[in-house]
C-alpha cells in the first residue's frame, strides 16, 4: 500500500527553452504553481506533444509494483473532474486497487517540460492533493497490506502521516518512506528524524537527501540512518546504491543503459527492492532488482513503460 500527492504527469516535450523563459521557470526546477499559472502553462504547450500518466512519486513505486504482479494500492486524493477519473482509472489499469478520496478542488498535476537535452522543469499545482488529513485514514486502510510506503513529500503534514504510520504499525506493516528531496528534508528534518526513529522500517534516499538528514556522505550517512531503522538505502546514480541492514552491507552497481530522462528512477528503484522484500530476497538481490527497474525507466520519457519493455525486465528481475 502506497500514500502519497495524488498527481497527473503531464509530459510536454519543449521544441525550445523559450516558454521556459516566457513563464520565468528556472530550467531544471520544481516550481510549485497555483491552478492559474498551471492553466497558463498547459496553454501556452498546448501544441506540444505530450502524454499523461498518474504520478506522484508513491504513485510511480506503486504503479511499478503492480506490474511486477505484486497486490497493491493506493491512498490519496483527487478532484471531481476529468483528471482525478484518469488518475483512478489510469491505477487500475496498471493492476493498483486505488482508496481515492474525492473533493471539489481540482485535481493536482504536475507538468513536465521537457527540454531538448532532457532536462526537466517542472511546474506542479497540488490542488486535491494538499487536502489530504487524518480524517481520510482508517483502520480498514491498510487492511490486507505488509507494507506502507509513503513518499516524504508528504512530510509537510505532520498529523496525517504520523497517524497513517503509526496506524500502519498498529495493524503490523512495515512502514517503508521514501526522503523525496533534499529540500523537503532540510525544512523538515527534526520531525523526520523523531518519524524515522519511531515508525520507520526501510529508509530510502539519495545522496543528496542522504546529507541533508545526516550531515555525511553516503558511507557514513547510511551508517547513521541504518542506526535508526532496520534497513537503510542510499541510492548514488551511477556508482549504484549502498544498503544497510545491522551488520549486513551490500553495494549494488547499475545495469547499462542509455540514459535520457531520470524521471522516476529513485521511484522506480523502490519498486524493485520492495518487490525483493516481500518476496523474501537477500537485501543484494532486492537492489539488483531495483537497479534493472531504474536502469530501463531512465531510458523512455516520464515514468510509463510499454509491455516489451516490462517483459525484460520481469526477465531480468526473474534472473536474480
Given at each position: 500500500?502506497?500514500m502519497?500527492n495524488?498527481?497527473v504527469?503531464?509530459?510536454t516535450?519543449l521544441?525550445?527553452d523559450?516558454v521556459l523563459e516566457?513563464l520565468?521557470l528556472?530550467?531544471?526546477s520544481?516550481q510549485?504553481?497555483?491552478?492559474?499559472?498551471?492553466?497558463?502553462?498547459q496553454?501556452?504547450t498546448?501544441?506540444?506533444?505530450k502524454?499523461?500518466?498518474?504520478?506522484?512519486?508513491a504513485?510511480n513505486?506503486?504503479r511499478s509494483l503492480a506490474?511486477?504482479?505484486i497486490?497493491?494500492g493506493?491512498?490519496?486524493k483527487?478532484?471531481?473532474?476529468?483528471?482525478g477519473?484518469?488518475?483512478?482509472?489510469?491505477?487500475?489499469?496498471?493492476?493498483?486497487?486505488p482508496s481515492?478520496?474525492?473533493?471539489?478542488?481540482?485535481?493536482?498535476?504536475a507538468?513536465a517540460?521537457?527540454?531538448?537535452d532532457?532536462?526537466?522543469?517542472?511546474a506542479?499545482?497540488?490542488?486535491?492533493?494538499?487536502e489530504?488529513?487524518p480524517?481520510d485514514?482508517?483502520?480498514?486502510?491498510?487492511?490486507?497490506y505488509d507494507?506502507?510506503h509513503?513518499?516524504?513529500?508528504?512530510i509537510?503534514?505532520?498529523?496525517?502521516?504520523?497517524?497513517a504510520?503509526?496506524?500502519?504499525?498498529e495493524?503490523?506493516l512495515?512502514?517503508?518512506l521514501?526522503?523525496?528531496?533534499?529540500n523537503?528534508?532540510?525544512?523538515?528534518?527534526?520531525?523526520?528524524?523523531?518519524?524515522v526513529?519511531?515508525?520507520?522500517?526501510?529508509?530510502?534516499?539519495?545522496?543528496?537527501?542522504?546529507?541533508?538528514?545526516?550531515?555525511e556522505e553516503p558511507?557514513?550517512a547510511?551508517?547513521m540512518m541504518s542506526g535508526?531503522?532496520?534497513i537503510?538505502?542510499?541510492?548514488?546514480?551511477?556508482?549504484?546504491?549502498?544498503?544497510k541492514?545491522g551488520?549486513?552491507?551490500y553495494?549494488?552497481?547499475v545495469i547499462?543503459?542509455?540514459?535520457?530522462?531520470s524521471?522516476?528512477?529513485?521511484d522506480d528503484y523502490?519498486a524493485?527492492?520492495?518487490?525483493?522484500?516481500?518476496?523474501?530476497?537477500?537485501l543484494d538481490k532486492?537492489?539488483?532488482?531495483?537497479?534493472?527497474?531504474?536502469g530501463?525507466v531512465?531510458?523512455?520519457?516520464?515514468?510509463t513503460?510499454?509491455?516489451?519493455?516490462?517483459?525484460n525486465?520481469k526477465k531480468g528481475?526473474?534472473?536474480?
Amino acid at each position: 500500500m502506497a500514500m502519497g500527492n495524488a498527481l497527473v504527469d503531464i509530459m510536454t516535450m519543449l521544441p525550445d527553452d523559450k516558454v521556459l523563459e516566457t513563464l520565468g521557470l528556472p530550467k531544471g526546477s520544481m516550481q510549485l504553481v497555483d491552478f492559474d499559472t498551471s492553466s497558463k502553462v498547459q496553454k501556452l504547450t498546448d501544441g506540444f506533444e505530450k502524454s499523461l500518466a498518474s504520478g506522484g512519486s508513491a504513485a510511480n513505486t506503486i504503479r511499478s509494483l503492480a506490474k511486477l504482479g505484486i497486490k497493491t494500492g493506493y491512498l490519496g486524493k483527487i478532484g471531481k473532474d476529468k483528471m482525478g477519473n484518469f488518475f483512478a482509472e489510469d491505477m487500475k489499469k496498471t493492476g493498483v486497487l486505488p482508496s481515492l478520496i474525492k473533493t471539489d478542488t481540482p485535481t493536482g498535476c504536475a507538468v513536465a517540460l521537457v527540454s531538448k537535452d532532457s532536462e526537466r522543469t517542472f511546474a506542479t499545482y497540488l490542488g486535491a492533493a494538499a487536502e489530504m488529513s487524518p480524517d481520510d485514514i482508517s483502520e480498514v486502510t491498510f487492511a490486507g497490506y505488509d507494507i506502507l510506503h509513503i513518499e516524504g513529500y508528504l512530510i509537510f503534514n505532520n498529523d496525517l502521516i504520523e497517524k497513517a504510520v503509526s496506524l500502519a504499525k498498529e495493524n503490523g506493516l512495515k512502514v517503508s518512506l521514501d526522503l523525496a528531496s533534499y529540500n523537503v528534508v532540510d525544512a523538515n528534518l527534526e520531525f523526520l528524524k523523531y518519524l524515522v526513529d519511531k515508525y520507520v522500517d526501510i529508509l530510502f534516499a539519495n545522496e543528496e537527501e542522504a546529507r541533508a538528514f545526516t550531515g555525511e556522505e553516503p558511507l557514513k550517512a547510511l551508517e547513521m540512518m541504518s542506526g535508526i531503522c532496520d534497513i537503510a538505502v542510499v541510492k548514488v546514480g551511477e556508482e549504484g546504491s549502498y544498503v544497510k541492514r545491522g551488520k549486513e552491507f551490500y553495494k549494488a552497481g547499475v545495469i547499462k543503459a542509455k540514459p535520457i530522462d531520470s524521471t522516476g528512477a529513485g521511484d522506480d528503484y523502490a519498486a524493485g527492492f520492495l518487490y525483493g522484500l516481500v518476496s523474501n530476497w537477500t537485501l543484494d538481490k532486492c537492489a539488483k532488482a531495483g537497479a534493472i527497474i531504474a536502469g530501463n525507466v531512465i531510458e523512455v520519457i516520464g515514468t510509463t513503460m510499454d509491455e516489451k519493455r516490462w517483459d525484460n525486465i520481469k526477465k531480468g528481475i526473474a534472473g536474480l
